[in-house]
Nanobody, 115 residues
Framework: QVQLVESGGGLVQPGGSLRLSCAAS????????VNWFRHAPGKQREMIAQ???????RYADSVEGRFTVSRDNAKNTVYLRMNSLQPEDTDVYYC?????????WGGGTQVTVSS
């Protein structure tokens, strides 16, 4: 059974940092394109970062220069390092692993940026 589990969310002050993890079981995450999305009720879902199988990375304009996506293939995990967090980054963050028609989602982790 395939599982993606996000962790690392929480409450942080503006200007702070968090590192989210997306740990996979049941699949070899290194061959998947892994996307980080954020989505909260009443807001549009936004894809904010992507790391492809060959480690090509892409970022949304809203996070470019502040967020960094990386892989640890030995741990079958993808990370999202988030720096200079602002209140508008408050959201539920999800990871998605995609390989052709094979598509998996985690359950999300809440990030709240507030003083």
């Amino acid at each position: 059974q395939v599982q993606l589990v996000e962790s690392g969310g929480g409450l942080v002050q503006p200007g702070g940092s968090l590192r989210l993890s997306c740990a996979a079981s049941g699949i070899q995450l290194s061959i998947y394109t892994v996307n980080w999305f954020r989505h909260a009720p009443g807001k549009q879902r936004e894809m904010i970062a992507q790391v492809a199988g060959r480690a090509t990375k892409r970022y949304a304009d809203s996070v470019e220069g502040r967020f960094t996506v990386s892989r640890d293939n030995a741990k079958n995990t993808v990370y999202l390092r988030m720096n200079s967090l602002q209140p508008e980054d408050t959201d539920v963050y999800y990871c998605n692993a995609n390989w052709g028609r094979d598509d998996h989602w985690g359950g999300g982790t809440q990030v709240t940026v507030s003083s």
